[in-house]
């Protein structure tokens, strides 16, 4: 089982890790183009996921409208790209990528109401008979809101601050679950939930806690510098004094929350996984978990300045 979450987890990098690559240095005036596959197919998967952990217990939303919903919250941060290529605004190179910062926060609402529309009609075309229809709209938007609005943090961490704060977000969050692992797994003796997450120890807590402050120092020292310092000439990147400090161990609560928030989910559903597309580590929300917790606060780290560059304007 080691071996498998470890020959897994590496290929996962190894592929994230290329596609950040290719789109930092070939994504022109489309920020987040090499990304979007990435995104469709884990958005996908987390999504189908959550509706059969609902449907175990007895909530059915409309499954369709669901899958549309999420696409179109993921797809809103593009939303003032699109916009400035309609209106022809993008008439010099990367003048569209620096346009899809702030203003993206009104087309991700936009997106969401579009998507509880959509789960209200849904339920509306198939209602027959009292009873059921309101559990299933809570359901519809609890997997929109969970997978949908958390994922596009990510999505506007690239497209505001470049490849540099979504990787701050991935490496912080993933070292988190890696140390609340292996730690917990060498000398977890507290538990540290009985009832909501027998294996989870507060041995495994504390090593997320170190292994995120270590890769938010290593991230913001080298990493940020490295590829967010290249997009805004003359704007300090990087450290902000002791800000990484705040930056790790708040990533690293939010990812033991996170980890926490789904076992929530599963324990009452009564499943041990959200599923078995990944041997050794679950299905894909026991992979994403930490990580569409800790996305708003890591954009909020970035957005207040804590963190990282000025947002691009």
């Not at 797809?75 to 209106?87: D, F, I, Y």
């Amino acid at each position: 089982m080691l071996r498998w979450r470890l020959l897994l987890g590496t290929g996962l990098a190894i592929i994230l890790v290329g596609l950040g690559w290719l789109d930092h240095v070939a994504a022109g005036p489309a920020p987040g183009i090499w990304l979007v596959p990435a995104v469709v197919f884990f958005a996908g998967m987390a999504t189908r996921e959550l509706l059969a952990l609902l449907a175990a217990a007895g909530i059915r939303p409309c499954a369709w409208a669901v899958y549309v919903g999420n696409l179109l919250v993921l797809a809103s941060p593009w939303g003032p790209l699109l916009h400035r290529w309609v209106t022809g605004r993008c008439g010099r190179q990367g003048a569209c990528a620096t346009a899809t910062g702030d203003a993206s926060g009104d087309w991700v609402l936009l997106a969401l109401a579009a998507a509880v529309i959509l789960a209200l009609v849904g339920e509306m075309q198939r209602y027959k008979r009292p009873g059921g229809a309101t559990a299933n709209l809570g359901g519809a938007v609890l997997a929109i809101v969970y997978v949908g609005v958390l994922l596009s943090f990510a999505v506007r961490l690239r497209l505001a601050w470049g490849i540099g704060a979504l990787a701050s977000l991935l490496i912080v969050a993933k070292c988190g679950d890696s140390g609340a692992y292996f730690v917990g797994r060498l000398v977890g003796r507290h538990k540290m939930s009985p009832i909501l997450s027998p294996k989870k120890t507060i041995e495994g807590a504390g090593g997320a806690l170190l292994f995120s402050l270590a890769s938010s120092w290593a991230t913001f020292e080298w990493l940020v510098p490295a590829t967010t310092g290249a997009l805004q000439a003359g704007t300090a990147c990087g450290q902000r004094g002791w800000g990484w400090i705040a930056f790790g161990l708040a990533v690293g609560i939010a990812g033991i929350v996170g980890d926490l928030a789904e076992s929530l989910v599963k324990r009452d559903t009564g499943a041990k996984d959200s599923g078995g597309w990944l041997p050794g580590l679950g299905g894909v929300l026991d992979l994403m978990d930490s990580v569409l917790l800790a996305g708003p606060v890591v954009y909020g780290f970035w957005a207040i300045g804590l963190v990282g560059c000025s947002p691009l304007r």
